[in-house]
């Protein structure tokens, strides 16, 4: 089992016939993953990989049964494509795009829970389910199936430590790419209340950085709710106030988002935390 995403689930590509669509697609599909169809508008009856191309979600979902789907659309188009899906039925929704407006994502997440839809991203990676499929830009070569689920708001981070993992013999049952914007759609206690709830997930690694309040709300949930052992990396001990570090939600203002608060509430929380990304699998294997 896992959380999200395995190989039965039919995905749906939106932007399949664009540069990043297109490659995209092809790895996904050459992973395992169960792509049905992809939408354009204005590209429908073309093939890409061949997978059929439609002009709307609504014939995408009534020709070939899609169910979720993954955005490599403009950011300006990114409500308007998310608001369609979400009237179309699907049920999850993993939006690589980066620089979609605040407010969009907002506007989009009232939207989405209001419909009971779950939204990834935006500005993620995606999620990956080991050796079942993926959505998104992971590089599968990095996991291996296996029983920890990361969540984590580095894509590059989260590559990093399943490849260590995973040559420790430790797989991953999910890893999500949370997004690293300043406002996302599903928060970390969201996706913890996930892999607490999956049978088939041991224990649960974090991957944080500086900025925003996550972690620390993260470790709210885990002191009141989680009885499965998690361990933690955050990213950024060194970052200056007010300079952004890669990501756009990764900056400290006015004294808030630091690395020491959320290392502070996650301790307090009893979450052991590794110094570099590394010590991960030392931490794991004692849980474990």
């Known amino acids: 089992?896992?959380?999200?995403?395995?190989?039965?689930?039919?995905?749906?590509?939106?932007?399949?016939?664009?540069?990043?669509?297109?490659?995209?697609?092809?790895?996904?599909?050459?992973?395992?993953?169960?792509?049905?169809?992809?939408?354009?508008?204005?590209?429908?009856?073309?093939?890409?990989?061949?997978?059929?191309?439609?002009?709307?979600?609504?014939?995408?979902?009534?020709?070939?049964?899609?169910?979720?789907?993954?955005?490599?659309?403009?950011?300006?188009?990114?409500?308007?494509?998310?608001?369609?899906?979400?009237?179309?039925?699907?049920?999850?929704?993993?939006?690589?795009?980066?620089?979609?407006?605040?407010?969009?994502?907002?506007?989009?997440?009232?939207?989405?829970?209001?419909?009971?839809?779950?939204?990834?991203?935006?500005?993620?990676?995606?999620?990956?389910?080991?050796?079942?499929?993926?959505?998104?830009?992971?590089?599968?070569?990095?996991?291996?199936?296996?029983?920890?689920?990361?969540?984590?708001?580095?894509?590059?981070?989260?590559?990093?430590i399943s490849a260590n993992l995973a040559i420790a013999d430790l797989g991953q049952s999910t890893v999500v790419g949370m997004g690293g914007d300043p406002v996302v759609f599903t928060s970390m206690p969201e996706l913890l209340e996930l892999f607490e709830e999956d049978p088939d997930t041991d224990m649960v690694v974090l991957v944080g950085e500086v900025g925003g309040v996550q972690e620390e709300k993260a470790a709210q949930f885990i002191a009141e709710r989680t009885t499965k052992p998690v361990v933690a990396y955050i990213a950024g001990l060194n970052t200056p106030e007010g300079k952004r570090m890669g990501h756009a939600g990764a900056i400290i203002q006015g004294g808030m988002g630091t690395p020491q608060s959320k290392i502070t509430a996650l301790r307090q929380a009893g979450v052991p935390i590794a110094e570099y990304p590394l010590e991960i699998v030392g931490l794991a294997q004692k849980c474990l």
Not at 2 to 10: A, D
Not at 113 to 127: C, D, H
């Open 1 to 160: 089992m896992s959380i999200l995403l395995n190989r039965e689930t039919r995905v749906l590509v939106q932007g399949i016939t664009g540069r990043i669509g297109r490659v995209q697609t092809k790895w996904m599909l050459d992973y395992g993953t169960n792509i049905v169809a992809g939408v354009t508008p204005g590209k429908g009856g073309e093939e890409v990989e061949g997978i059929p191309v439609y002009n709307t979600v609504a014939e995408a979902v009534s020709k070939q049964g899609a169910e979720a789907s993954v955005f490599f659309v403009p950011a300006g188009a990114v409500k308007n494509a998310a608001i369609e899906t979400i009237d179309a039925g699907i049920k999850l929704i993993v939006i690589i795009t980066e620089r979609v407006p605040v407010h969009d994502v907002m506007e989009i997440t009232a939207y989405a829970r209001e419909q009971g839809v779950r939204l990834v991203g935006p500005n993620t990676p995606g999620i990956i389910t080991p050796g079942e499929a993926k959505m998104g830009i992971m590089p599968g070569i990095t996991f291996t199936p296996g029983r920890i689920g990361i969540i984590s708001r580095s894509g590059t981070l989260a590559y990093e």
